[in-house]
């Protein structure tokens, strides 16, 4: 059983950065690939960015590409998403979600509880 807990959610201007971090507790995320999702008030959840386990591959929603970076320490069980240029647009509760799927997969195991994102304009 995999434990995800993100941290590092905030209020920040338009234009400001932020970096989320999750952590896992419970197993190894070497094994994983790691996603971020978000989901605005009102809104259905959506895929950010998503990270395979040796960090070699990465995708990202058109929305955040060139702004958001995904990364991970698997010596540290964390992934992190560097946010960039925000948007109020980027307002939203960021979640963390992991699973051993594929890479094409949209189903993931295991999620953290999420941390609010504030971008004001």
């Known amino acids: 059983q995999v434990q995800l807990v993100e941290s590092g959610g905030g209020l920040v201007q338009t234009g400001g950065s932020l970096r989320l971090s999750c952590t896992a507790s419970g197993s190894t995320l070497s094994n994983y690939i790691m996603g971020w999702f978000r989901q605005a008030p009102g809104k259905e959840r959506e895929f950010v960015a998503k990270i395979i386990w040796s960090g070699v591959n990465t995708n990202y929603a058109a929305s955040v590409k060139g702004r958001f970076t995904i990364s991970r320490d698997n010596a540290k069980n964390t992934v992190y998403l560097q946010m960039n240029s925000l948007k109020p647009e980027d307002t939203a509760v960021y979640y963390c979600?992991?699973?051993?799927?594929?890479?094409?997969?949209?189903?993931?195991?295991?999620w953290g509880q999420g941390t609010q994102v504030t971008v004001s304009s």
């Open positions: 979600a992991a699973t051993t799927g594929s890479w094409w997969s949209s189903s993931y195991e295991y």
